[in-house]
């Protein structure tokens, strides 16, 4: 994904374009079901496995993949961002709620 990432901000630069890098779109789509089970198979992973991955990081890396140009590429790349929020978020959660605090209601 980092290769990508940075081959799409190559090819933004207007220095280079003259220059552009081909970004194989069919490679991009088979990373989407990767990222995917990736964020859903977290749940089920050992501590140790959870630790080594950052659902942040790789949240960052989806969201270089939108400067794709292909629709299709682009809704699953979509997909897999709300994805990957939805889980930041319940992880956000499941911590708030360990720490049995309450939210200020206003």
Request: glycine letters at 2%; hydrophobic letters at 35%.
């Amino acid at each position: 994904m980092s290769n990508i990432c940075r081959h799409l901000v190559w090819n933004n630069n207007p220095r280079n374009k003259d220059r552009k890098i081909k970004i194989d779109e069919e490679e991009i789509s088979e990373l989407c079901p990767r990222i995917w089970a990736l964020s859903v198979e977290l749940d089920f992973a050992s501590e140790e496995d959870r630790q080594k991955c950052f659902l942040q990081t790789l949240l960052k890396g989806c969201f270089g993949l939108l400067g794709v140009k292909s629709p299709q590429s682009s809704l699953k790349i979509s997909a897999c961002n709300i994805q990957l929020f939805f889980k930041i978020f319940d992880s956000v959660l499941k911590k708030f709620k360990a720490t049995n605090l309450k939210p200020d209601s206003e």
